[in-house]
């Protein structure tokens, strides 16, 4: 699927063409899953979840998962990708990364810019007087 996914892009992009794709940080994920109990295969918060079958035996890409958003997303299959492996894939496909941040960095980086800092006050992420409008539970599914 990550192939085909590529091809795709890579087969649509016009020349000189910028691809913007967004991952859940796999590593993050892991970490949190192996920080629990044995037996416990959910973490998360009052705003979102994540719940595995599986704690062991991950394969580069595919280790499946299942995400819920409060209030947009209930049980959606998702699939861990390992990224090192999935920007060699993009490079087969004569494609180049060329930024790659968490959001917490990005929010951190670019909140002063006033095109993006417009942009976190309309989605709600920030107030005008530029306290995070977020709570802690929010800022952890961020």
């Known amino acids: 699927k990550a192939r085909m996914g590529l091809r795709n892009v890579s087969s649509n992009l016009k020349v000189g ?6 991952v859940p940080d796999a590593y993050w994920i892991v970490k949190k899953l192996k920080s629990l109990k044995p037996h416990e295969l959910k973490f998360g918060n009052q705003i979102y979840s994540v ?6 035996n991950f394969p580069t890409f595919g280790h499946k998962y299942w995400f819920s958003l409060e209030d947009a997303i209930d ?7 390992h990224f090192p492996t999935f920007e060699k894939m993009a490079e087969e496909y004569g494609l180049e990364l060329i930024y790659k941040h968490g959001f917490h960095t ?4 670019e909140k002063e810019v006033p095109l993006y800092r417009d942009l976190l006050y309309k989605m709600k992420v920030i107030r005008h007087d530029m306290d995070a409008a977020m709570s802690k539970e929010e800022w952890e599914a961020a």
Request: hydrophobic residues 30%; negative net charge.
């Open 106 to 109: 990005i929010y951190d980086k």
């Open 51 to 56: 719940s595995f079958e599986d704690r062991n």
């Open 17 to 22: 063409g910028v691809f913007i794709g967004t």
């Open 75 to 81: 049980d959606c299959p998702e699939y861990l990708v």
